[in-house]
């Protein structure tokens, strides 16, 4: 279990992390099936900040849990329970440097 109870599940071969983030994979599958939404992505990764070899610090990426089209836009979502201070400058950042995406966060 994890530090916010989320129960890890795993749906279609696929781990997500929580129950509800796995209900959301199933709406959008019908959406997706029902020709809303298209080109369905689990868990798309984004960069952040480079790499810097000088200080050791690795990339920091942003992690979404699902991507998608929609009326030809681009939509990045994430299914949250607790926005933590992590998640929220992340988040920051992500609408900084990808600005043509839109960052939905659904609860």
Excluded: W
């Amino acid at each position: 279990m994890s530090k916010y109870h989320a129960v890890r599940v795993m749906l279609d071969g696929i781990t997500f992390d929580s129950k509800r983030e796995a209900a959301r994979y199933g709406e959008l599958k019908l959406l997706a099936a029902a020709g809303e939404i298209t080109s369905l992505e689990i868990h798309p990764r984004y960069k952040l900040l480079d790499a810097d070899p000088y200080m050791m610090q690795r990339a920091t990426y942003y992690i979404g849990d699902f991507q998608y089209i929609e009326n030809g836009k681009v939509v990045c979502e994430d299914v949250k329970g607790v926005e933590t201070a992590v998640f929220k400058l992340k988040a920051k950042l992500f609408r900084m440097y990808y600005p043509d995406y839109e960052l939905r966060i659904v609860k």
